[in-house]
């Protein structure tokens, strides 16, 4: 069983568009990531919502936004993307204490 | 600034043989460290972690050694096996703090 999955696994948008990508996690983990990351570098934080608020933010261009609805869901709105923010978009949660992070399996973005 | 750095990008070793994987970093405040196993088009796996007030933990296959003086840790993979070829990451957090920061990878090979 997948307990953080992510939908959808792969999108193609121009830099017009507006698009959202999704993630539900099924643990009950009161925290919930977005990270980023580029053919052969690591992951990258973006937001942290802890308890359904935003409580890290790592500077990320407006054209992200984050939204976190309940505790299983979590969003990432995108809208007037680049070519370089083609990446995997990966989801993760966490108990927000210590410990290990639980990824999804990524959505795989490309921005022509 | 990187604060956590896996200087070998790659790394093949016999099957049956020990894999030995190597991570610094620079931040004196981390206080735990994990190490995560990735799949090419699949979100990072968690495999091990460690606190700082161990110098070793162990699990099945898998032991991760803590140098807290030298600022190193390392992951050993006994016996290797054909399904641990993968991209290995590690990382480092504060107890609480809700943010972990990845090393580069190692892409490990286990030849038969």
């Known amino acids: 069983d997948t307990e953080v999955t992510q939908t959808p696994k792969h999108l193609v948008m121009g830099m017009t568009n507006k698009k959202s990508l999704k993630c539900e996690q099924h643990?009950?983990?009161?925290?919930m990531y977005w990270y980023k990351q580029k053919a052969k570098k690591p992951p990258e934080l973006m937001f942290v919502?802890?308890?359904?608020?935003?409580?890290i933010n790592e500077s990320v261009p407006s054209r992200f936004s984050p939204e976190c609805p309940n505790s299983s869901l979590l969003n990432l709105h995108l809208h007037a993307l680049q070519p370089e923010d083609s990446a995997l978009y990966l989801c993760?949660?966490?108990?927000?204490?210590?410990?290990?992070?639980?990824f999804g399996e990524g959505s795989r973005l490309t921005v022509l | 600034d990187q604060q956590v750095k896996q200087n070998s990008p790659s790394l093949s070793v016999q099957e049956g043989r020990i894999s030995i994987l190597n991570c610094d970093y620079t931040?004196?405040?981390?206080?735990?460290f994990l190490w995560y196993k990735k799949y090419p088009a699949e979100g990072p796996t968690f495999l091990i972690s460690?606190?700082?007030?161990?110098d070793k933990n162990e699990d099945g296959r898998f032991t991760v050694f803590l140098n807290k003086s030298a600022k190193h840790l390392s992951l050993h993979i006994v016996p290797s096996q054909p399904g641990d070829s993968a991209v290995y990451f590690c990382?480092?957090?504060?107890?609480?703090?809700?943010?972990?920061?990845f090393g580069q990878g190692t892409r490990l090979t286990i030849n038969p």
């Open positions: 993760a949660v966490s108990t927000g204490v210590s410990g290990e992070l639980f």
């Open positions: 643990m009950g983990h009161r925290a």
């Open positions: 919502y802890s308890y359904e608020k935003l409580s």
């Open positions: 931040n004196s405040m981390f206080d735990y």
């Open positions: 460690i606190s700082s007030i161990k």
């Open positions: 990382a480092g957090g504060i107890q609480g703090a809700q943010k972990l920061v």
